[in-house]
């Protein structure tokens, strides 16, 4: 093994000789890199060429500014670009993992396959970009000092002093670099690129330690595999009605101090940037007026790639991180299923409003994945999707007495919506209001999908008032002299809160003989489905018998015959309840089934649907009423193409990991959706006391 130095005293040695002049000059233009990779036994291969290519995206004056979403635009863009796309989320708060957060403080708790309980900034890499990640995609502080601390302990650090800087900046530095590696598609090969979006704002004293790594991490790899966005904010204040610039000066001002330098500046903005504004920004920051981004306000979120792609982010990241292998398609054809999928989100005008019974419904972000699945479920269908959050708390009798504005209030928008929604959730507060709701879709014919505990909270309700155990209750919040229907699974620790639930995918097996269940059916008659989970408690199985002898089948259940995974009830239009969660698998192209199947109920198409195969996207060969034509099928659904109906249907298949049996011919006695007769306020709470 020999140093740099030795190899360049024996390359100008060369010169003496006439032929060999050339050498000297080219050798000049050698970096340390070139010089590796042609004498790779003269350096003892102690550094090698790094191919993969990091685009870290920080924000700048808030938080929430919205990096998220730029960072799953870029990977999409990447990704249609033929590249090879995965992504890291970084949170610098001290707990390990968002498990034990509430969904105030950042929104839902999004689950992965591997049973990681992760921001849901993940959950839009996932929709976003078709990919399924991995709880170590998810970076936190604490995960960063266990592994720091633990090597302590065992003595990786000889017994030197453990500091931030090199021990922890090390720490992630290594992290990113083994995480990046991992595939994330079908396909099984390591990405190409990798996207890092660092939480929180520059500045943040929490964040310094991430910074202070990335700082070193763009010398480690090379300024050719590595790039910065930053994200920051331009506010139009009401008394000026002008775009301010000072925000963005300052927080870039601010990152370079702390040693990175932004290659892409993608300023937020409520309209478009004006483009002085984007001169003066480009002057004081001093980059060019090209890497000066803007980023409005959109009417869906569907749309922040198309603006980003019109503004030449490709050929910029291209020239910047050395992407030769990207072979653009024709323009026409670039994003073309996005810019219709966002196109569809603008036209739709018939609404099917759902109510989401719920007990975070001040925030959006609680629920983040169940309503990215009925938006993907109604535009599926071409219809729009109406959220109409209602507090459970609001429906129950002691708002009555406390609160009669708001309780009436609540039940007037409840009566007025055409299907009913219960997510998951834990805690005692306002389950007799998500039970109430439950009696009233059940008895009223409205659709109504529980979600997790709203499965429980269905099974609570009809062994009230279909089995007559009055004190029916759950082992999660009940009292001693409860009858618990819902039972704490044996395996779940009480002690410990984060990640001792039942986590990640696991397999759902439907029973023999359940071919004519309406979900079984929407998930294309299959043996067996996997689909991600997060519940600690479970229908208690000696319980079973007895509510199947009143109606409720359960259809699914999990591979030991004992958990009840999916529950539907007989003669309703849609009454189903998933133990699982079904929106973590729900994609723009590829909508959850049993979300499908309460949004086709509340349009009073799901029998239709039914009866000509109950497929969500059909086989090939066949097209139901549409005729043998694919192109029928295709201006009837939106779809543009045989060839594009072939890959969706395979794509849904791919992401439940759908286990078919051999099909037969649909049965024409499918379930009746006959529209739920709804009753005015005045007549339900007349019903309320005499009740």
């Known amino acids: ?56 995206v920080t924000g700048g004056v808030i938080s929430g500014i919205g990096k998220g979403v730029i960072s799953s635009s870029i990977g999409t863009i990447l990704t249609h670009c033929g590249l090879r796309v995965t992504a890291i989320k970084i949170d610098p708060y001290l707990n390990i993992d968002a498990g034990t957060f509430s969904p105030y403080e950042h929104g839902e708790v999004f689950v992965l396959d591997d049973g990681g309980e992760v921001d849901l900034d993940l959950g839009n890499y996932e929709r976003f970009m078709n990919i399924k990640l991995s709880r170590h995609n998810n970076i936190t502080t604490g995960k960063i000092y266990q592994n720091v601390i633990s090597k302590e302990r065992t003595g990786e650090y000889l017994g030197k002093t453990v500091q931030v800087v090199p021990h922890v900046t090390d720490a992630i530095q290594e992290w990113v670099e083994r995480v990046a590696k991992i595939p994330v598609d079908k396909d099984n090969q390591p990405p190409q690129v990798c996207i890092i979006e660092l939480g929180g704002t520059i500045g943040d004293i929490e964040g310094m330690p991430f910074v202070e790594a990335f700082r070193q991490f763009q010398f480690r790899v090379g300024p050719g595999n590595f790039a910065v966005v930053h994200v920051s904010l331009v506010p139009t204040p009401n008394s000026t009605g002008e775009q301010k610039s000072k925000p963005t000066q300052n927080s870039v001002r601010e990152l370079r101090q702390l040693g990175l330098t932004p290659d ?59 992407l030769s292998s990207i072979k653009l398609p024709l323009q026409r054809k670039f994003l073309r299923k996005w810019r219709e999928f966002a196109e569809k989100c603008d036209k739709q005008l018939v609404e099917i409003p759902i109510a989401l019974v719920g007990k975070y419904t001040k925030l959006e972000d609680c629920y983040s994945s169940v309503v990215k699945a009925l938006q993907h479920a109604s ?40 299907g009913v929604i219960v997510p998951g959730g834990f805690g005692v507060r ?98 067996s489905v996997d689909e991600r989970h997060r519940h600690r408690f479970e229908v208690d199985p000696d319980m079973v018998a007895e509510l199947e002898s009143k109606g409720m089948m359960f259809v699914g259940q999990d591979e030991s015959a004992q958990r009840m995974e999916i529950m539907e009830l007989k003669d309703h239009p849609y009454f189903v309840g998933t133990q699982f969660h079904p929106e973590f698998l729900s994609r723009p192209h590829q909508p959850s089934p049993p979300y499908m199947g309460l949004l086709l109920a509340s349009a009073n198409k799901l029998s239709n649907f039914l009866a000509h195969g109950c497929r969500i996207s059909p086989v090939p060969s066949e097209f139901g009423s549409y005729g043998n034509d694919p192109g029928n099928y295709a201006s009837e659904t939106g779809l543009s193409s045989d060839e594009e109906i072939k890959e969706i249907h395979g794509a849904f298949m791919r992401t439940h990991k759908v286990m078919s049996l051999p099909r037969a011919d649909a049965d024409d006695s499918s379930t009746s959706s006959s529209p739920p007769e709804f009753i005015c306020k005045d007549e339900l709470v007349a019903g309320d006391q005499s009740q």
């Open 430 to 527: 306002g389950i007799e209001g998500k039970v109430t709701a439950i009696r009233w879709a059940r008895e009223k014919g409205v659709p109504f999908l529980g979600v997790c505990l709203g499965l429980q909270a269905a099974v609570i309700e009809f062994a009230r008032n279909v089995l007559g155990i009055r004190n029916a209750h759950s082992a999660e919040f009940g009292t001693e002299e409860s009858r618990n229907v819902v039972i704490e699974m044996p395996e779940h620790n009480p002690e410990e809160k984060g990640g001792t639930m039942r986590l990640g995918s696991k397999r759902t097996v439907f029973r023999e003989g359940s071919e004519e269940s309406v979900v079984r059916r929407l998930y294309m008659l299959a043996d």
């Open 1 to 56: 093994m020999f140093p740099l130095s030795r190899i360049r005293n024996c390359l100008f040695r060369y010169t003496e000789k006439p032929q060999k002049l050339s050498l000297q000059f080219r050798f000049l233009r050698l970096t340390k890199r070139n010089v590796i990779n042609k004498f790779p036994m003269a350096t003892g291969g102690r550094v090698t060429r790094n191919d993969m290519k990091y685009i870290l």
């Open 379 to 418: 535009l599926f269908m071409n219809h729009k999707c109406r959220i109409v959050y209602i507090e459970a708390a609001h429906l129950e009798r002691d708002a009555q007495e406390t609160q009669p504005e708001v309780y009436h209030r609540a039940w007037g928008e409840l009566c007025r919506c055409s």
């Open 264 to 322: 892409l500046i993608i300023a937020r903005s409520q309209n478009p940037l004006e483009p002085s504004l984007r001169d003066k920004i480009s002057m004081f920051c001093h980059v060019s007026p090209t890497q000066v981004m803007s980023c409005h306000d959109c009417t869906s979120l569907y749309r922040v790639p198309l603006l980003l792609h019109r503004q030449d982010i490709v050929p910029y990241l291209t020239k910047r991180l050395e």
